[in-house]
Protein backbone atom coordinates (compact mmCIF):
# COMPACT_ATOMS: atom_id res chain seq x y z
CA UNK A 1 0.00 0.00 0.00
CA UNK A 2 1.30 3.34 -0.82
CA UNK A 3 0.40 5.64 1.79
CA UNK A 4 1.97 9.01 0.68
CA UNK A 5 -0.80 10.73 -0.44
CA UNK A 6 -3.92 8.89 1.50
CA UNK A 7 -5.49 11.24 3.95
CA UNK A 8 -4.95 10.41 8.25
CA UNK A 9 -8.94 9.76 7.71
CA UNK A 10 -8.86 7.27 5.48
CA UNK A 11 -6.34 5.40 7.31
CA UNK A 12 -8.41 5.73 10.24
CA UNK A 13 -10.93 4.22 8.38
CA UNK A 14 -9.21 1.38 6.86
CA UNK A 15 -6.87 0.79 10.55
CA UNK A 16 -10.77 0.57 12.07
CA UNK A 17 -11.52 -2.19 9.88
CA UNK A 18 -8.18 -4.19 11.15
CA UNK A 19 -5.52 -2.80 8.73
CA UNK A 20 -2.85 -3.15 10.44
CA UNK A 21 -0.93 -1.68 7.67
CA UNK A 22 -2.77 1.94 7.79
CA UNK A 23 -2.17 1.99 11.44
CA UNK A 24 1.54 1.44 11.05
CA UNK A 25 1.20 4.65 8.34
CA UNK A 26 -0.16 6.85 10.91
CA UNK A 27 2.83 5.85 13.53
CA UNK A 28 5.47 6.16 10.54
CA UNK A 29 3.74 9.75 9.87
CA UNK A 30 3.59 11.04 13.48
CA UNK A 31 6.28 9.47 15.48
CA UNK A 32 8.89 12.30 14.99
CA UNK A 33 6.54 15.15 16.26
CA UNK A 34 5.18 12.63 18.73
CA UNK A 35 9.01 12.14 20.15
CA UNK A 36 9.67 15.62 19.80
CA UNK A 37 6.41 16.69 21.76
CA UNK A 38 7.02 13.51 23.95
CA UNK A 39 10.15 14.83 25.37
CA UNK A 40 8.87 17.82 26.87
CA UNK A 41 7.77 15.21 29.57
CA UNK A 42 10.34 12.53 29.94
CA UNK A 43 13.63 12.76 31.59
CA UNK A 44 15.35 10.63 29.20
CA UNK A 45 14.71 9.78 25.23
CA UNK A 46 14.45 6.18 26.10
CA UNK A 47 10.88 7.81 28.72
CA UNK A 48 10.05 9.66 25.68
CA UNK A 49 10.09 6.56 23.68
CA UNK A 50 7.71 4.47 25.81
CA UNK A 51 5.41 7.68 26.15
CA UNK A 52 5.08 7.43 22.56
CA UNK A 53 4.63 3.75 22.34
CA UNK A 54 1.92 3.98 25.07
CA UNK A 55 -0.07 6.85 23.34
CA UNK A 56 -0.35 5.23 19.60
CA UNK A 57 -1.20 1.96 21.96
CA UNK A 58 -3.87 3.56 23.10
CA UNK A 59 -4.93 5.39 20.38
CA UNK A 60 -5.09 1.86 18.84
CA UNK A 61 -7.31 0.37 21.48
CA UNK A 62 -9.33 3.87 21.50
CA UNK A 63 -9.88 3.81 17.47
CA UNK A 64 -12.82 2.08 17.56
CA UNK A 65 -14.72 4.67 19.03
CA UNK A 66 -13.16 7.56 17.44
CA UNK A 67 -15.58 10.05 15.59
CA UNK A 68 -14.27 9.79 11.97
CA UNK A 69 -15.66 13.45 11.24
CA UNK A 70 -12.26 14.66 13.68
CA UNK A 71 -9.29 14.52 12.33
CA UNK A 72 -7.01 12.22 13.97
CA UNK A 73 -3.67 14.56 14.95
CA UNK A 74 -5.25 16.78 17.28
CA UNK A 75 -6.94 13.42 18.85
CA UNK A 76 -3.69 11.71 19.08
CA UNK A 77 -1.54 14.32 20.13
CA UNK A 78 -3.98 15.02 23.23
CA UNK A 79 -3.92 11.26 24.04
CA UNK A 80 0.23 11.90 24.23
CA UNK A 81 0.20 14.76 26.05
CA UNK A 82 -2.21 13.62 28.59
CA UNK A 83 0.14 10.78 29.22
CA UNK A 84 2.97 12.78 29.07
CA UNK A 85 1.21 15.13 31.82
CA UNK A 86 0.05 12.05 34.21
CA UNK A 87 4.13 10.71 33.88
CA UNK A 88 5.78 14.01 34.62
CA UNK A 89 3.32 14.21 37.84
CA UNK A 90 4.09 10.30 38.31
CA UNK A 91 8.30 11.05 38.10
CA UNK A 92 8.16 13.97 39.64
CA UNK A 93 6.17 12.67 43.09
CA UNK A 94 8.79 9.56 43.17
CA UNK A 95 11.91 11.10 41.50
CA UNK A 96 15.14 10.23 43.72
CA UNK A 97 17.37 12.68 41.75
CA UNK A 98 19.45 12.15 38.56
CA UNK A 99 22.12 8.82 38.40
CA UNK A 100 25.43 9.77 37.48
CA UNK A 101 25.95 8.45 33.66
CA UNK A 102 29.27 6.67 34.32
CA UNK A 103 32.28 6.43 32.36
CA UNK A 104 32.65 6.77 28.26
CA UNK A 105 34.15 2.94 26.93
CA UNK A 106 34.76 4.49 23.06
CA UNK A 107 37.99 5.91 23.79
CA UNK A 108 36.68 9.91 23.86
CA UNK A 109 38.65 12.29 24.98
CA UNK A 110 37.63 13.05 28.54
CA UNK A 111 38.31 16.72 28.63
CA UNK A 112 36.48 17.08 25.25
CA UNK A 113 33.14 14.58 26.54
CA UNK A 114 33.22 16.92 29.75
CA UNK A 115 33.32 19.95 27.83
CA UNK A 116 30.59 18.47 25.68
CA UNK A 117 28.40 17.36 28.83
CA UNK A 118 29.10 20.84 30.29
CA UNK A 119 27.52 22.30 27.34
CA UNK A 120 24.55 20.11 27.25
CA UNK A 121 23.95 20.76 30.70
CA UNK A 122 23.84 24.51 30.25
CA UNK A 123 21.21 24.46 27.11
CA UNK A 124 18.87 21.52 29.29
CA UNK A 125 19.57 24.10 32.24
CA UNK A 126 18.48 26.89 30.08
CA UNK A 127 15.28 24.97 28.56
CA UNK A 128 14.16 23.77 32.41
CA UNK A 129 14.01 27.84 33.01
CA UNK A 130 11.54 28.19 30.29
CA UNK A 131 7.43 27.58 30.89
CA UNK A 132 6.76 24.40 29.42
CA UNK A 133 4.78 25.94 26.24
CA UNK A 134 7.78 28.35 25.23
CA UNK A 135 10.07 24.98 25.93
CA UNK A 136 7.95 23.19 23.86
CA UNK A 137 7.43 25.82 21.08
CA UNK A 138 11.28 26.06 21.05
CA UNK A 139 12.40 22.79 21.21
CA UNK A 140 9.81 21.27 18.22
CA UNK A 141 10.51 24.24 15.43
CA UNK A 142 14.46 25.60 16.64
CA UNK A 143 15.84 21.90 17.67
CA UNK A 144 13.66 19.61 15.96
CA UNK A 145 12.70 21.58 12.57
CA UNK A 146 8.96 21.57 12.28
CA UNK A 147 7.51 24.66 11.13
CA UNK A 148 4.98 27.00 13.15
CA UNK A 149 2.24 25.85 11.27
CA UNK A 150 3.02 21.81 12.19
CA UNK A 151 4.12 22.46 15.56
CA UNK A 152 0.36 24.33 16.15
CA UNK A 153 -1.40 21.42 14.80
CA UNK A 154 0.74 19.34 17.52
CA UNK A 155 0.30 21.72 20.44
CA UNK A 156 -3.47 22.49 19.49
CA UNK A 157 -2.62 26.13 18.95
CA UNK A 158 -3.05 29.13 16.59
CA UNK A 159 0.57 29.32 14.60
CA UNK A 160 0.39 33.30 15.81
CA UNK A 161 0.58 31.24 18.93
CA UNK A 162 3.61 29.42 18.62
CA UNK A 163 5.42 32.29 16.92
CA UNK A 164 5.15 34.23 20.05
CA UNK A 165 6.22 31.18 22.46
CA UNK A 166 8.73 30.50 20.01
CA UNK A 167 9.96 34.60 20.25
CA UNK A 168 9.87 34.61 23.98
CA UNK A 169 11.99 31.80 24.44
CA UNK A 170 14.45 32.45 22.49
CA UNK A 171 14.81 35.16 23.89
CA UNK A 172 14.63 34.08 27.92
CA UNK A 173 16.92 31.04 26.53
CA UNK A 174 19.48 33.68 25.23
CA UNK A 175 19.17 35.46 29.15
CA UNK A 176 19.27 32.55 30.84
CA UNK A 177 22.16 31.10 29.30
CA UNK A 178 24.37 34.26 28.95
CA UNK A 179 23.74 34.82 33.51
CA UNK A 180 24.23 30.87 33.49
CA UNK A 181 27.98 32.18 31.63
CA UNK A 182 28.12 35.19 34.03
CA UNK A 183 27.37 32.68 36.91
CA UNK A 184 30.38 30.41 35.96
CA UNK A 185 32.80 32.84 34.91
CA UNK A 186 32.30 34.44 38.20
CA UNK A 187 32.77 30.87 40.14
CA UNK A 188 36.12 30.63 38.32
CA UNK A 189 37.73 33.84 38.97
CA UNK A 190 37.33 32.76 42.94
Known amino acids: MHVDNVSDGELVVWARRGDGEAFGAL ?3 YLRPALAVAWEFAPSRDGA ?3 VQDAFHRA ?3 LPSFDESRPFRPWFFTILRNLGRNAAEREARWSTGP ?3 GLRADGADPEEEAHRAD ?6 RGLDLLPPMQRACFRLCD ?10 EMLDLSAATVRVHRHRARAALRDALRD ?3 TEEEEEEK
Open 119 to 124: VRDRIR
Open 143 to 152: MEGFDGVEVA
Open 49 to 51: EDL
Open 180 to 182: LND
Open 99 to 101: VSE
Open 60 to 62: LRA
Open 27 to 29: VRR
